[in-house]
């Protein structure tokens, strides 16, 4: 029996003006680690229920709160940096990341696979949870 013991935890944001960023501990003025979420014995259920718990925050995240997803947080234009890869993804199963005027949408459709609402959480590194 091992004593290893794998933990979810729940990563802060910090809010400012523009938007909603994942905090850094080690930047001054940020909340540090957030909850634990759950403990587990197995790396394997650990990874499962973490990405369980990262879908769930992505179907229900506005999209337009959080960056990097958005440069420009007042119009909610998405980033350059990864307009083209979200866009490819998204037109993938049908969808658009912008709307007809060019804006952000709002939040992820609910039809996309849940494979898909974790590549999306990766690529913009909007992952709510993490395993430790």
């Known amino acids: 029996m091992s004593n290893i013991k794998y933990v979810i935890r729940q990563r802060n944001f910090f809010y400012n003006d523009e938007g909603q960023y994942l905090t850094d501990p080690e930047f001054d003025g940020c909340e540090g680690y957030g909850d634990i979420e759950q403990v587990e014995d197995s790396l394997l259920l650990a990874q499962q229920h973490c990405e369980i718990k990262n879908v769930q925050f992505m179907r229900n995240a506005e999209l337009s709160m959080y960056c990097p997803p958005c440069e420009n ?3 909610n234009h998405p980033s350059d940096e990864f307009k083209a890869e979200l866009e490819e993804l998204l ?3 049908g969808h658009h990341l912008c709307t007809l005027d060019g804006s952000l949408i709002a939040k992820l459709p609910s039809d ?4 898909a609402v974790l590549k999306f959480a990766k690529i913009v590194n909007i992952l709510a949870y993490e395993v430790l």
Do not use: N
């Not at 996309?112 to 494979?115: A, I, K, N, R, V």
């Open 91 to 93: 037109q993938g199963y």
């Open 73 to 75: 947080h007042t119009h």
């Open 112 to 115: 996309l696979p849940d494979e």
